[in-house]
């Protein structure tokens, strides 16, 4: 399965922006779905992820809250909306497919191109 990420742009601080990840191909019910970020200079971080098959969820601390990872099965998407964007969050965001209930970036695979997000203050 092959992931394309898409919603990402330019906003200001306060703003909301809602993210999408389409899954070419079929998704198990036993995978993992997973939103990772990569700021600029740092390397990849874990932000949320979502059960294919169940509607539970995991989120990072620093976005507990304002971010909220969800599905749509029908039609093999994930989705991230983002409240109160602040400049931390800046980065580009990338989705990912797993089979285990972690955060490491590197138990997930099917990374698309990513998607650029940038609040400015």
């Known amino acids: 399965v092959q992931l394309a990420e898409s919603g990402g742009r330019s906003v200001q601080t306060g703003a909301s922006l809602n993210l999408s990840c389409v899954g070419s191909?079929?998704?198990?019910?036993?995978?993992?779905m997973a939103w990772f970020r990569q700021p600029p200079g740092k390397e990849r971080e874990f932000v949320a992820l979502i059960r294919w098959s169940r509607d539970s969820t995991l989120y990072a601390d620093s976005v507990k809250g304002r971010f909220t990872i969800s599905k749509d099965k029908t039609i093999n998407t994930v989705y991230l909306q983002m409240n109160d964007l602040k400049p931390e969050d800046t980065g580009v965001y990338y989705c990912g497919l797993g089979s285990r209930y972690e955060t490491r970036s590197a138990s997930y695979s099917g990374w698309g191109r990513g998607t650029q997000v940038t609040v400015a203050s």
């Open positions: 191909g079929r998704i198990y019910s036993s995978t993992i």
